[in-house]
């Protein structure tokens, strides 16, 4: 059989854990699916994957294959699509990740302009509050916030963040506005574990930082809410400046304690590095890089 066939019969039985649902991906007969499997397992000379009446598993050397051929199989895509010339127009399925809140604000109107115009591009934007693994989640582009780690990955700086503590006017007129990130211990404070998992807040450099441990009267896990929370005056939360630009501004939230703010957050743009460039990602890149490096609330 030919190997690219085996090799994709391999990842959809791989990605899906079962020969069935591989089947229907492919739409192919699951005799077919288990041919092919097999035909790959006996030209490799290794057992790629553990099978049972119940289930599907790779063995250590399916799972470091089925890494590889991801990167060939992908590799194959790219070298077609140079082939067809740099000049054609993108096609094909996009997929992006970039934090919730940011990629509401940032990178759907990227996205929203990017299929406008070139209509034969297809974006699945997965916004979480997690780190996304591109590669285990076929993730094209990502966006990141804070430093990286060492990785294969091409990284293009594109801006930074700051973490910002806040709290309304209202909230500050009652209370008292705080002078040392210690008085935070006599005030009302709201933690958003999108930002903050932890309830002890790290201030000033970080060779000499001052830390507080803290004791929330409000947790909640969408950043929305702590913004929520703080303009009607419940107390004091810490979040990342690009979340609340509008409410800056417009005079709802107040930043307090700037001079003990941690350093800035670089933000980047990553996608996966590769001998051939597809020209859906990299003129995809090129907007988003050119938006976010532009974007008064990023610099």
Same mark, same amino acid.
């Not at 294959?65 to 051929?69: A, S």
């Not at 974006?123 to 989640?137: G, K």
């Given at each position: 059989m030919d190997?690219?066939?085996?090799?994709?019969?391999?990842?959809?039985?791989g990605e899906e854990e079962s020969f069935a649902a591989a089947a229907r991906r492919l739409d192919l007969s699951p005799a077919a699916v288990t041919r092919a499997v097999s035909a790959l397992e006996e030209r490799l000379g290794v057992k790629l994957l553990v099978r049972t009446t119940r289930y599907v598993r790779m063995t250590e050397a399916g799972r470091r294959?089925?890494?590889?051929?991801r990167n060939i199989l992908a590799s194959i895509e790219e070298a077609n699509e140079a082939a067809a010339g740099i000049n054609a127009a993108p096609r094909g399925n996009l997929t992006v990740t970039a934090p919730v809140l940011f990629g509401k604000l940032f990178v759907t109107p990227s996205i929203v302009q990017f299929l406008k115009q070139y209509p034969e591009v297809e974006?699945?934007?997965?916004?979480?509050?997690?780190?996304?693994?591109?590669?285990?989640?076929g993730v094209d582009v990502a966006v990141r916030i804070g430093h990286l780690p060492d990785s294969s990955l091409k990284a293009l700086r594109v801006g930074q963040v700051r973490r910002i503590l806040c709290a309304s006017p209202e909230y500050l007129a009652q209370?008292?506005? @705080?002078?040392?990130?210690?008085? #935070?211990? =006599?005030?009302?404070?709201?933690?958003? *574990?999108g930002v903050s998992p932890r309830v002890e807040w790290k201030f000033g450099a970080v060779d000499d930082p001052t830390m507080v441990?803290?004791?929330?009267?409000?947790?909640?896990?969408?950043?929305?809410?702590?913004?929520?929370a703080a303009t009607a005056g419940l107390g004091i939360c810490r979040l990342l400046s690009y979340q609340i630009p509008r409410e800056l501004d417009s005079g709802q939230l107040q930043a307090i304690l700037s001079d003990y703010e941690e350093s @800035?957050?670089?933000?980047?743009? #990553?996608? =996966?590095?590769?001998?051939?460039?597809? *020209?859906?990602?990299?003129?995809?890149?090129?907007?988003?890089?050119?938006?976010?490096r532009s974007h008064p609330h990023l610099n």
């Open positions: 190997q690219i066939h085996l090799m994709n019969v391999y990842v959809a039985v294959y089925l890494d590889d051929t974006v699945s934007a997965l916004f979480l509050d997690r780190l996304v693994n591109m590669m285990d989640e209370h008292g506005t @705080p002078q040392h990130p210690a008085d #935070l211990l =006599r005030h009302t404070v709201i933690a958003a *574990s441990r803290m004791k929330p009267r409000l947790t909640v896990t969408s950043n929305d809410a702590a913004i929520e @800035p957050w670089p933000v980047h743009v #990553l996608h =996966r590095e590769s001998k051939y460039g597809s *020209s859906k990602v990299r003129m995809f890149i090129d907007l988003l890089v050119q938006q976010l």
